[in-house]
């Protein structure tokens, strides 16, 4: 089993910056995907962006450009978020996930990013 525990959110202004973190532990070796994932009030939560183990990403149209994930490769339990130009439309409660080979999913608490003047 893998523990997630997301941090970074907060509030931001239109057109700012926020990078969010993942930190996992557990079984990190078993993971072979990760994502960040977001819910906006009212809406189904939605894919955000994705990597894989082998480094390929995956992003959704409205965030491509804007926003980018990674991994610390020094230290492999750590994923990033990094969240550029952020529109009102962004703010939601963002979530870590992790898909592991035996196709268990793990998911963060959640932080909050509100993006507002």
């Known amino acids: 089993q893998v523990q997630l525990v997301e941090s970074g959110g907060g509030l931001v202004q239109p057109g700012g910056s926020l990078r969010l973190s993942c930190a996992a532990s557990g079984s990190i070796f078993s993971i072979y995907q990760m994502g960040w994932y977001r819910q906006a009030p009212g809406k189904q939560r939605e894919l955000v962006a994705s990597i894989t183990s082998g480094g390929s990403t995956n992003y959704v149209d409205s965030v491509k450009g804007r926003f980018t994930i990674s991994r610390d490769n020094t230290k492999k339990n750590t994923f990033y978020l990094e969240m550029n130009s952020l529109k009102p439309e962004d703010t939601a409660v963002y979530y870590c996930?992790?898909?592991?080979?035996?196709?268990?999913?793990?998911w963060g608490r959640g932080t909050q990013v509100t993006v507002s003047s």
């Open positions: 996930n992790a898909d592991e080979f035996s196709g268990s999913h793990s």
